[in-house]
């Protein structure tokens, strides 16, 4: 049974960081493609950053909202997956989702709620 779970969200003000993290289990981890996503209230769900997997050379990437703000990396023995983010803005405000790819499927935390607010 896959479950991820994440962890680190919480209440911030504007300019303050957070740290992601999340767990994985009952999968590749090594080779699986890890993602963190992120919804606002009445907003579309949005890929915020992206770490492949080993095969892969570990290569990320991420949304131009959060470039040179956001980091992205993984601890595969460990089994998790890590969101750094500094100089928060409000907009950052969301529920932010870890999410697997293996083999075509896609695999989901139950997200955790990050607030950028004074």
């Known amino acids: 049974q896959v479950q991820l779970v994440e962890s680190g969200g919480g209440l911030v003000q504007p300019g303050g960081s957070l740290r992601l993290s999340c767990k994985g289990s009952?999968?590749?981890?090594?080779?699986?493609?890890m993602r963190w996503y992120r919804q606002a209230p009445g907003k579309e769900r949005e890929l915020v950053a992206r770490?492949?997997?080993?095969?892969?050379?570990?290569?990320?990437n991420y949304a131009d909202s959060v470039k040179g703000r956001f980091t992205i990396s993984r601890d595969n023995a460990e089994n998790t997956v890590a969101l750094q983010m500094n100089s928060l803005k409000p907009e950052d405000t969301a529920v932010y989702y870890c999410?697997?790819?293996?083999?075509?499927?896609?695999?989901w935390g139950q997200g955790t709620q990050v607030t950028v607010s004074s």
């Open positions: 999410s697997a790819l293996q083999l075509g499927t896609s695999y």
């Open positions: 009952g999968i590749s981890f090594s080779i699986s493609d």
């Open positions: 770490i492949a997997g080993s095969r892969s050379s570990s290569s990320t």
